[in-house]
């Protein structure tokens, strides 16, 4: 009786590993995300170059726009002074 049920949850764990996931990436070439609400779960799409253009593709939609954390931004270039000694 005990093998039976170590088998039972054995195949339940392995039907449960199987069933199919979506990936949630991050394009790190676009500043902003969606997060949109779905039955069965939600999904990450970040393919906006701006807050107010994620919100009209949100807008009437299970959905939230936020900052990229994976957004590529161009490093800061120093500024130089030229200082006097004086």
């Given amino acids: 009786m005990r093998i039976k049920w170590i088998w039972t949850i054995l195949a339940s764990g392995?039907?449960?590993?199987?069933?199919?996931?979506?990936?949630?990436?991050?394009?790190?070439?676009?500043?902003?995300?969606?997060?949109?609400?779905?039955?069965?779960?939600?999904?990450?799409?970040?393919?906006?170059?701006?807050?107010?253009?994620?919100?009209?593709?949100?807008?009437?939609?299970?959905?939230y726009c936020f900052a990229n954390p994976y957004f590529l931004r161009e490093p800061k270039k120093p500024h130089s002074r030229a200082y006097r000694q004086g």
């Fill in 14 to 63: 392995t039907i449960l590993a199987i069933a199919p996931s979506h990936a949630q990436t991050y394009d790190p070439n676009y500043p902003v995300c969606i997060q949109v609400a779905e039955w069965g779960g939600t999904h990450i799409d970040c393919s906006f170059t701006s807050t107010p253009q994620c919100q009209a593709t949100a807008s009437g939609l299970g959905a």
